[in-house]
């Protein structure tokens, strides 16, 4: 020991391994690593920037900013997901919301990840790429030599056997504008008139809530954990506040900005508040809370994209976070009641022209 501090030799040998080498497909080659090995700076975790950023839309134009675009087409995109995330539920709950369900399939991984990341239960076929088990293929077969990770969702071109897209902010818009005469419906979930108010609460959500919860369960410094709980539960004091008073984020229409909330608040309770130990309140105690996760839950084809189950198990199933992987049987939550919200005035979705 020396001037009060411990030094651990393998430690900071390991840490230096980290720098160049945390992540766990390096030049195309699998390395088993736990989740965000690579993201953990100084005891607090910074998630990576997603790399594919292609565009899909209805006649192959560049998307927004001049972004690469395909054409879209019933048929030739799939998604590769997982329940228990996130980020790739919020793609599933726009393809249904949108009524793309017939013309993008989707492929579920089993809830948590193996030794080699996400994975199927069955051999799946990309197209292209051929029969698969491991989600890590759909990278490689992008990029023989890509390093980085192999995250779910991603958003799958079956005709050119490539991943188009696997950041869920962008697959949400793509979803939301790119399938127009092929999607079910003509709603639109980013109104023209709506967006700075929808990229007001997309702003104060993410890093707070969205990507707070993470920065709460992986920290690994006490610091770093006080700062995102306490970041989590403002912002949730915030929205509480607003939604007693508002039936969604953005006024009466129904918008992007709640289906990136829900996700995270139909986690809460079952998830984020024992496993990544965010337990200053469970949703269920706060006010307006409960009645608009009802509500959101309740809505038609929403439900079908929540496994709360495969929810429990993946976030439990963190190696770094519960070593033992024990599951806790609570808490029971009740999300089929009533939302009793009719008291506050909402239109629903709004269509292309806010009708
Ligand atoms: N920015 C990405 C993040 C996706 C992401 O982090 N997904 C997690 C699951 S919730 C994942 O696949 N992690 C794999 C890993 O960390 O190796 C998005 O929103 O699409």
């Given at each position: ?9 393998l430690s900071s040998a390991l840490r230096r391994e980290r720098k160049t080498d945390a992540v766990p497909l390096v030049n195309g080659e699998w390395r088993d690593k736990p989740p965000a090995a690579d993201e953990i700076k100084g005891g607090a975790f ?310």
């Open positions: 020991m020396t001037n009060g501090t411990v030094r651990f030799p910074h998630r990576l920037e997603s790399p594919f950023r292609d565009w899909i839309t209805p006649d192959g134009s560049p998307g927004p900013d001049g972004k690469s675009a395909s054409a879209a087409e019933p048929g030739r995109y799939e998604l590769y997901i997982a329940y228990s995330c996130p980020w790739a539920s919020r793609t599933l709950a726009v393809r249904a919301l949108k009524g793309l369900e017939d013309a993008i399939a989707v492929h579920a991984a089993e809830p948590f990840m193996g030794s080699e990341g996400w994975h199927y239960a069955q051999e799946q076929n990309g197209g292209a790429t051929g029969p698969f088990h491991n989600h890590h293929r759909l990278y490689t077969a992008t990029d023989a030599a890509f390093t980085g990770k192999a995250t779910v969702p991603v958003l799958w071109d079956r005709a050119e056997g490539r991943i188009v897209n696997n950041e869920s902010a962008d697959i949400v818009r793509i979803l939301n504008d790119g399938f127009i005469g092929i999607a079910g419906n003509d709603l639109d979930l980013y109104p023209e008139a709506l967006r700075p108010e929808i990229d007001r609460w997309n702003d104060r959500i993410y890093p707070a809530l969205n990507n707070g919860v993470y920065r709460a369960g992986f920290a690994t410094a006490q610091h770093a954990y006080d700062e995102a709980v306490r970041d989590v539960f403002e912002a949730l004091d915030e929205i509480d506040a607003h939604l007693a008073a508002h039936r969604y984020l953005a006024g009466e229409w129904l918008t992007e900005a709640d289906i990136r909330l829900f996700v995270t608040l139909i986690r809460f309770d079952i998830a984020y508040y024992g496993a990544f130990k965010c337990n200053l309140r469970y949703i269920d105690e706060y006010a307006a809370l409960p009645g608009y996760l009802r509500e959101i839950y309740q809505w038609p084809g929403i439900a079908g994209t929540v496994n709360l189950d495969h929810i429990k198990r993946g976030y439990y199933g963190i190696r770094t976070v519960n070593p033992t992987q024990i599951v806790p049987i609570g808490p029971e939550i009740d999300i089929d009641g009533p939302p009793g919200r009719d008291a506050l005035s909402g239109k629903g979705v709004a269509t292309r022209t806010l009708t």
